[in-house]
């Protein structure tokens, strides 16, 4: 059997927190499942489904950052079976100090990885 054929191009790294979704429908919670330099994947929007292309406002904490991230952000694939949904979004213009942020958060999992800390 041959294996899956990655098609990121950034590394992702786990992210369990809630973050908070605001569309032009209103706001609800979804639960962050992992993230890179350019987007997102979470789970649970009270919105899906939706077609790629729409665009969200998320806000989130990175563990241990006190300050928090407010992204825009553009569906890039969302998938729904009975009440679940999956969402992966790609970042559009993050200001520099939350991409900086996110990319700092990035690099230190990846070096965990390597390192073999959890």
């Known amino acids: 059997m041959e294996g899956k054929r990655e098609r ?5 790294v786990p992210l ?4 908070r979704e605001v569309v032009p429908r209103g706001q609800g919670p979804v ?4 993230i890179s330099e350019l987007g997102i994947r979470y789970e649970q929007s009270a919105f899906a489904p939706r077609i790629d292309g729409d ?3 998320l806000q989130f904490h990175l563990p241990g950052d006190p300050e ?3 992204i825009e952000a553009m569906i890039a694939d969302e998938r729904c079976l009975a009440r679940t949904s999956e969402t ?3 970042f559009l213009w993050p200001r ?8 700092e958060y ?9 390192s073999g800390r959890p």
């Not at 520099?96 to 942020?101: C, F, I, V, W």
Request: proline content about 5%; overall charge positive.
């Open 8 to 12: 990121r191009r950034r590394v992702r």
């Open 16 to 19: 369990e927190v809630e973050a």
């Open 31 to 34: 639960q962050a499942r992992d």
């Open 55 to 57: 665009q969200v406002l």
């Open 68 to 70: 928090p991230i407010e």
């Open 88 to 90: 992966r979004a790609t």
């Open 96 to 103: 520099p100090d939350d991409a900086r942020r996110i990319r």
């Open 106 to 114: 990035v690099a230190a999992r990846v070096g965990e990885r390597k």
